[in-house]
């Protein structure tokens, strides 16, 4: 049993993962489920004898598979890299998705009681609702947390969820029907798609969105920047992490995509452009980073950092960039990569 006396070492944000679910991880996660059986009654539904058997996990996710294959959950597996190795740690699942009006899902997540106290939960749960407000396009995530689960609401809140309500009776949980706190967590930059709107033939669109993950790391992988897509989770936290994201899509086809971080108020730092090669030399990188930039005209510093690659140095200077050294008074950038 692990000193529960020491302090714990907290993770660091590219060594947590989620992943979908496969019935592969049906024995690890039976040993997971048996060994933390007691503290996940205090937030689990209680469970038959057949749940802790590899055949009863296996039967678990193939439902949960199904759930997923007609859009109603994505249930995923957390998993933690450390000394060479990766290892699932615990669950999480986007359920009860609702399309429509509401545009919603419910979170739910554990992790192994072995790694508590390091941060996995907070990054597990950031990285989905990066997927949630990204690939899946919802509006609103919610959670509940049984009366006492302080350490869970803690989790919500530092991920930025607000409590809206207290709900007696809520979930049986254990065995028992438990009084919930009731988080959520709204994405203020949803927009509506409307298929009656769609651009005309062959015309490019330049516009506010975060795409699909696996639409992010072809564009990625197709401009040659394989560091961001080591870690999938790591590039959808970013992006929904940014002040500001826009792509540039032809026909639906994902072409290239611009993003700005920063406090939207004193700063704004391009981050990223990215113009697929079949596309360059066609204006798309010029309107993605006016697109990018439009929301922050009146704030002061527009900063960049790229490439020392004389075509870099062109077209930046075109768009009214100069170099921190050419700047009167003259002024000097810093980077430390790590």
């Not at 989790?155 to 949980?173: I, M």
């Not at 899509?249 to 994902?254: A, C, P």
């Not at 995509?257 to 108020?265: K, P």
């Amino acid at each position: 049993m692990p000193d529960i006396s020491a302090p714990r070492a907290p993770v660091l944000t590219h060594q947590v993962t989620l992943t979908l679910l496969t019935v592969d991880d049906a024995p690890a996660l039976t040993e997971l489920e048996t060994r933390n059986r007691e503290q996940l009654m205090v937030g689990a539904p209680a469970r038959s004898e057949s749940w802790f058997t590899e055949a009863g996990q296996r039967t678990a996710i193939a439902h949960a598979l199904a759930d997923r294959e007609v859009g109603r959950s994505l249930p995923l597996a957390i998993r933690l890299e450390e000394k060479g190795t990766t290892r699932i740690v615990g669950r999480l699942n986007l359920s009860g998705i609702i399309r429509g009006a509401f545009d919603s899902a419910s979170l739910g997540y554990w992790v192994d009681d072995d790694v508590t106290g390091r941060g996995i939960a907070t990054a597990a749960v950031r990285s989905a609702i990066a997927v949630a407000f990204g690939g899946l396009g919802l509006h609103r995530i919610q959670a509940e947390v049984k009366v006492g689960n302080d350490a869970s609401a803690r989790v919500l809140e530092h991920c930025g969820f607000a409590e809206y309500g207290l709900a007696p009776s809520y979930l049986r949980l254990g065995g028992e029907w438990a009084d919930c706190r009731l988080f959520q967590l709204v994405d203020s930059r949803w927009r509506p798609t409307d298929p009656s709107s769609a651009p005309p033939a062959g015309e490019l669109v330049v516009g506010p969105e975060v795409p699909a993950l696996q639409e992010v790391l072809d564009l990625y992988d197709a401009v040659g920047w394989g560091a961001y897509t080591e870690s999938p989770s790591t590039l959808l936290r970013a992006l929904a992490g940014s002040a500001h994201v826009v792509t540039a899509r032809r026909d639906g086809e994902l072409l290239g995509l611009a993003r700005v971080v920063g406090d939207g108020a004193t700063i704004a730092y391009l981050q990223d452009v990215l113009v697929r090669p079949d596309a360059h030399r066609a204006g798309i990188g010029r309107r993605l980073v006016d697109a990018a930039f439009a929301p922050f005209a009146t704030v002061r510093q527009q900063v960049l950092l790229t490439d020392a690659e004389p075509g870099q140095r062109a077209f930046y200077e075109s768009l009214g960039f100069i170099e921190a050294h050419d700047h009167d008074p003259e002024l000097r950038s810093f980077v430390r990569l790590q």
